[in-house]
Structure formats: C-alpha cells, structure tokens
C-alpha cells in the first residue's frame, strides 16, 4: 500500500525540485503582484509565467484517475503529489491543480459529452480559462443539499435558470468562464432525483456578479468567492450534465476525489506550519533560552507530528481504498478524514502561531492566512457535523440486527 510507483515517484522528485526552484522563492512576488494589481481579480503575472514552466517540466494537470486527460496517477499516486502542492497557496493553479477547477474538470470528464468536453473541458485542461461551482445557497441550509431550490426550467429547447447562489470559489477571477450549477428539475421527483446539475457560461445575460465574500477579512484575489444570482438565465438544452435528476449522482462521483484532493493540501500546509514552528523554536530567544528548551513548546511539536502523521495515514488509506474498492465503498474514510485533517491543520497552525507571537498573525508569515483558509474546509464540501454523522450511520449499520 505505502509503494509509490517509479512514475509517481519521479514526478514526486521532479515536483519538489520546481516547489524549491519556482514557488518559494517567489511567494512573496505573488502576493505584491496580487495586492498591487489595477485589477486584483485579473490573472497574476508571475502565475501565469511559472504555468509554462510547469507544462514545459511536464507537471501539469496531475490529477484525473484513469483517465485519457491528465497523467493517469491513482489517487493513491496523486494524493503524494497533492500534498506537496498544497505547502504553498499559489503552487496549485500554477500546476493546474487548483479547486474548484480539478473537480469540475473531473465532472466534465466524468459525465460531459464530447461536444461539452470539447467546448469546457479542453480550454480547462490547457489553463486557458477557469471555472466556479454554483452549489450552495445563501437562503436555505446547504449542508442538506435537498434543499437547494434554485430553479432550472425547461422551456422548448432551452433551460430557463432563476436563483440565488453564494461561495462560488473561483467565480471572480477574469479568467473564469463557466460555472456548473446545481438546481431542482422537478421538485415532485424522489427526494435526490429532484436535482440536475447545468452548464452555464458566465458570460450569459442574468448572470449577475453580486459582490466578492471575505473569510475573516480576506478576500481571495484574485481567485475570489462570489455571490451570484441567475436571473432568467437561459441555456441550451444540451448544457445538461448527463440528465436531469441526475445532480446527486453527480455530486457524489464529484466530491469525492474533492475531499481526498482538500485534505492532502492541508497535510501540506500543517506540515509547512510544523517547519517554521520548529525553526521559530530554535532560533528565538525567551527568558534567556531557545523557545525550543521550553517543555511546553516541544510538548506542541511532539504533538504536531504524531497529529500529521496520523492524519496523512488515514488519508493515504482512503485513497487506496478508492483505488481498489471504488469511492462507494470508501465513503466512510473520505468521511473521516474530511473530518480529521482541516481539524488537525488548525490546531497545528494555531501552535505555530503562538510560537512565532505577534509575527504569526501578521502578514509577514503565511500562518494568519492559511488558518482562515483551512478554517473554511470544516464547511466545505459538507460540514463536519455531516461527515460525522455519516460515519456514525455507517458504523452503526454493522451492529444492526437483521
């Protein structure tokens, strides 16, 4: 299980070469550039130089499983890789590996017919263009997906769109040309054959762009989270992802891959924290001693490390088990794992913060932004208490008598 194949294993290598080369050195130009930008929801220039670089080195849409599109890596495979992007905030779109484009990718190439592979999938593939995912609503309560009531109506040979969505990460950013949207077909269907999920341009008339949404101040730029509201948005027939009432279906084989993609990035970012406490701890000075003396500094450490490593264990089984037995059956790990490992980078994020002092919530370190931004993971792609209780249903089943 723990083997890395010799393809994996040298894109592994190849990958931390570019991190040192390439991304570290110019974080800090990333953010100038994004902060200092007429247009801070424009493409960033030193992204989109080290793009080209990246598909010159061959590192380049690493994720699709078994597919005809990417580098054919397993989950397994790719959750290694995953993780090592995940250490820096601009390494993923550089790579093309960025949410919510991977998993709409994943969708299009999962569920799209040719003519929508051809029209989205392709321009995605290559970096031309972005994307968002029109989910969640700001009126009723997502985490219960049934309750999405935005409105896709059939009318001749179009669909007519009315409603209201929010966190559509990714739909500010200039680049970003295609939302897919969850909606209800038939509210008289079966409770999860009601919904279907749409492809919508975003250049379409009623699309409105209402306003960019912070987490805890920060804005995103120039990714961006949106609020967007359809209006009598109208769409050809053939926008249709696989059918209608066919949107849970799609979420599922959607989230999944999502999950494992979210929780090896936050592998990578509590192990990223970890380096700089431990540094922090033996370069500072206390009380006449290296913060690193202190018991109950190195009691955090220890602690960090035994978090991490559990957390990326499990990690790693869940996606072998997607490899091997397939998502449906690993839903219980994806679950938990959901659950563990934005609640483990938190806690290892907030010891590295205390450790550096006020430096940590400052902007000179990415500890103060990387915490609002794991922070957001215990809602995404389903809150905690949802997973948990899934986990919960799933484990008690076992004991259930016949």
Not at 158 to 184: D, H, L, P, Q, R
């Amino acid at each position: 299980m723990f083997e890395l194949s010799d393809k994996a294993k040298k894109l592994q290598a190849q990958l931390n070469e570019f991190m040192d080369a390439h991304i570290y050195p110019n974080e800090h130009k990333h953010h100038e550039q994004v902060e200092q930008a007429e247009n801070r929801w424009a493409p960033v220039p030193i992204i989109e130089e080290l793009k080209v670089k990246a598909k010159a080195a061959g590192l380049w849409n690493l994720f699709l499983p078994e597919s005809d599109f990417g580098a054919g890596l397993t989950n397994f495979e790719y959750a290694h890789l995953c993780e090592i992007m995940g250490r820096s905030e601009m390494a993923p779109e550089v790579f093309n590996c960025s949410a919510p484009d991977t998993g709409n990718m994943e969708t299009i190439a999962r569920y799209g017919n040719k003519e929508q592979q051809e029209q989205w999938l392709k321009p995605l593939l290559a970096g031309e263009i972005r994307s968002c995912f029109s989910m969640t609503e700001p009126d009723v309560a997502s985490s219960d997906a049934t309750n999405i009531a935005c409105e896709i109506r059939r009318e001749g040979d179009e669909y007519v769109i009315n409603g209201k969505k929010w966190w559509s990460s990714g739909a500010m950013t200039t680049t970003s040309k295609i939302a897919i949207v969850m909606g209800k077909t038939d509210p008289d269907a079966p409770k999860h054959q009601q919904q279907s999920m749409i492809l919508v341009p975003l250049d379409s008339p009623g699309v409105k762009m209402v306003r960019p949404l912070t987490v805890f101040g920060y804005d995103h730029a120039p990714h961006g989270h949106a609020e967007i509201h359809y209006e009598n948005v109208r769409v050809p027939v053939s926008n249709m992802l696989l059918g209608e009432g066919r949107g849970f279906e799609i979420a599922q084989g959607r989230l999944g891959p999502g999950r494992i993609h979210h929780c090896m990035r936050t592998i990578g970012v509590a192990e990223r924290a970890l380096e700089l406490m431990c540094k922090r701890a033996n370069e500072r000075e206390a009380f006449g001693k290296p913060l690193s003396s202190f018991d109950s500094i190195r009691k955090d450490i220890a602690r960090s490390r035994i978090e991490i490593e559990q957390a990326r264990l499990m990690t790693l089984k869940a996606a072998h088990m997607m490899d091997t037995v397939g998502n449906k059956v690993a839903r219980q790990e994806i679950a938990m794992i959901k659950v563990i490992a934005p609640s483990m980078a938190l806690k290892v994020i907030d010891r590295a913060i205390q450790v550096h002092g006020g430096a940590g919530v400052s902007q000179d370190t990415f500890l103060a932004s990387a915490w609002a931004k794991v922070r957001t993971l215990r809602l995404a792609d389903g809150p905690d208490e949802v997973h948990l209780d899934s986990v919960a249903k799933l484990e008690l089943r076992q004991y259930r008598q016949s």
